[in-house]
């Protein structure tokens, strides 16, 4: 598979090779009017990454016959590693002082998103407001999600993302989600359904699979327009909960009908948890119970 290729099939949208050496960003199939892809291409090989489906670098290597050098395949390597490492822990540091000077206060992201009178850790940068969402692996910071009041969202360059999370509460069944505004709009349906929850934010689909892994509970998938929510949702086998309309998350299908239809939407899905979690362990049972 040609470099072109191998980027369509992880749902890069890009139609010529970038400068050798750069990571540059491209849209994606499923987010087309984002940035979500990530490229770097290296002439025989390159890395690559759909952030949203995607939660590590895939490489690529060329099809047509070279001669292999074994020893400068091996550097490569060592040095990807050693690069990627160094750019984690950097990105881990930059988080904690982002997070050191953030301060709690209301923000217009969350207003447009229903959350008018909730707070968060907000960082002033250049004189902008930006929402800050902690992400953290094993109780460990990694980076964090960086979000403006026009929903613009970024990862901090180089960071984690694989298996990272941001948890609200750890008091009841798993609950996973994308977005952090889908995770408000939980909260907020459980609250008043009086039900305990652990809410995990995954920040994407592809890493619900990760975060999921040794747990059972509840999905709350994206009705994407690529189909990537349900497919994900799907293969991690759980219950899953879906807008009924296409390109809508929870948040969305919350704002949209508002909180006690959402409770009553999200009702049976969550008694199909009570189900499983009572003995019902097989797993096809909780796919037709999901589906």
Request: glycine residues 8%; hydrophobic residues 40%.
């Amino acid at each position: 598979m040609d470099f072109l290729n191998f980027c369509a099939a992880h749902g890069i949208i890009i139609n010529h090779a970038p400068p050798i050496g750069i990571w540059k960003r491209y849209p994606t199939t499923d987010h087309p009017k984002k940035r979500n892809g990530a490229v770097k291409f290296m002439g025989d090989h390159a890395f690559v990454q759909n952030h949203a489906t995607d939660t590590e670098v895939s490489v690529w290597q060329t099809d047509a016959p070279v001669s292999i050098d074994v020893a400068r395949m091996a550097k490569l390597a060592k040095d990807a590693d050693d690069q990627r490492r160094k750019m984690q822990t950097d990105a881990a540091a930059k988080a904690e002082y982002i997070l050191r000077n953030s301060d709690l206060a209301k923000h217009d992201y969350l207003k447009a998103k229903g959350f008018e009178d909730s707070w968060g850790k907000v960082w002033v940068r250049d004189g902008e407001q930006i929402l800050v969402i902690p992400m953290w692996v094993d109780r460990r910071l990694v980076g964090c999600q960086l979000i403006k009041a026009d929903g613009d969202k970024k990862f901090l360059y180089g960071q984690r993302t694989a298996g990272a999370e941001f948890c609200i509460d750890r008091q009841g069944d798993h609950i996973l989600c994308e977005g952090y505004a889908t995770g408000l709009s939980i909260q907020k349906a459980m609250k008043s359904l009086k039900r305990p929850y652990t809410i995990h934010i995954c920040f994407s689909a592809g890493n619900m699979k990760k975060v999921a892994e040794g747990k059972r509970g509840l999905v709350i998938a994206d009705n994407d327009a690529s189909g990537t929510g349900e497919r994900v949702a799907k293969e991690i086998g759980w219950p899953y909960w879906m807008s009924d309309r296409i390109g809508e998350d929870a948040n969305d299908f919350h704002m949209r009908v508002g909180l006690f239809k959402f409770t009553q939407s999200l009702t049976p899905s969550l008694n199909r948890l009570r189900l499983l979690r009572h003995g019902d362990s097989d797993k096809s049972t909780a796919q037709a119970l999901g589906g």
